[in-house]
């Protein structure tokens, strides 16, 4: 994707979708609670899952919102490969994630149990509460890149000059033409 490798100091990240399997977590939940078993991965083609689900409004927002109040109780658990890279770019900065997620709790007791002590102490969260914000808070932390899973978050920091990679997700597909990686060995490959 690049030549020019990202200091771990300068890249942040989002939460959701990027760090932790929410999706997984969705289609669990909308089985085991409101018997919507036919859902795949594939058919999260839109951010607002209810644009593309076969699902009232009302019970997506109640799966997201049990996810985001409790993250651990609901099983949310982290993508593939996060874990071990966000603790080896610890050892080399302070990580940062910047999320829409309105508190920063239920993210700081899913950290802690997801990761080892010394890596979580290097983890900065930042809960902002809104996804058309994220440029201020990547400036205000000093951050020069970003990655996310909101192909419209992107494409935002990338005309406010923000280096914004993409996490890929079905919801993103087509929808932007900015840098993207598929994993977090992807990640990796960027900053080391």
Same mark, same amino acid.
């Given at each position: 994707?690049?030549?020019?490798?990202?200091?771990?100091?300068?890249?942040?990240?989002?939460?959701?979708?990027?760090? %932790?399997?929410? /999706?997984?977590?969705?289609?669990?939940?909308?089985?085991?609670?409101? !018997?919507?078993?036919? *859902? +795949? @991965?594939?058919?999260?083609?839109?951010?607002?899952?209810?644009?593309?689900?076969?699902?009232?409004?009302?019970?997506?927002?109640?799966?997201f919102l049990q996810i985001l109040k409790d993250s651990v109780g609901t099983g949310l658990?982290?993508?593939?490969?996060?874990?071990?890279?966000?603790?080896?770019?610890?050892?080399?900065?302070?990580?940062?994630?910047?999320?829409?997620?309105?508190? %920063?709790?239920? /993210?700081?007791?899913?950290?802690?149990?997801?990761?080892?002590?010394? !890596?979580?102490?290097? *983890? +900065? @969260?930042?809960?902002?509460?809104?996804?058309?914000?994220?440029?201020?808070?990547?400036?205000?932390?000093?951050?020069?890149?970003?990655?996310?899973?909101?192909?419209?978050?992107?494409?935002?920091?990338?005309?406010?000059?923000?280096?914004?990679?993409?996490?890929?997700?079905?919801?993103?597909?087509?929808?932007?033409?900015?840098?993207?990686?598929?994993?977090?060995?992807?990640?990796?490959?960027?900053?080391?």
């Amino acid at each position: 994707m690049t030549a020019v490798k990202i200091s771990p100091a300068e890249i942040g990240f989002d939460f959701d979708g990027v760090i %932790a399997d929410t /999706v997984e977590a969705f289609i669990r939940i909308a089985c085991e609670q409101y !018997a919507h078993c036919d *859902i +795949r @991965v594939e058919d999260i083609t839109h951010f607002s899952v209810e644009q593309c689900l076969a699902m009232e409004a009302g019970i997506a927002e109640s799966i997201f919102l049990q996810i985001l109040k409790d993250s651990v109780g609901t099983g949310l658990l982290p993508m593939p490969g996060a874990v071990e890279v966000l603790s080896e770019l610890t050892g080399q900065a302070t990580v940062t994630i910047i999320t829409a997620r309105p508190d %920063a709790a239920p /993210v700081h007791h899913w950290l802690q149990t997801f990761f080892p002590a010394p !890596a979580y102490r290097k *983890i +900065r @969260v930042v809960a902002m509460g809104d996804h058309d914000d994220k440029a201020r808070h990547i400036r205000m932390s000093g951050l020069s890149a970003f990655v996310d899973d909101r192909a419209e978050t992107c494409l935002q920091l990338s005309q406010a000059g923000i280096h914004s990679i993409v996490f890929s997700q079905p919801w993103n597909r087509n929808r932007h033409s900015l840098p993207a990686v598929q994993n977090w060995e992807e990640i990796r490959a960027l900053c080391f």
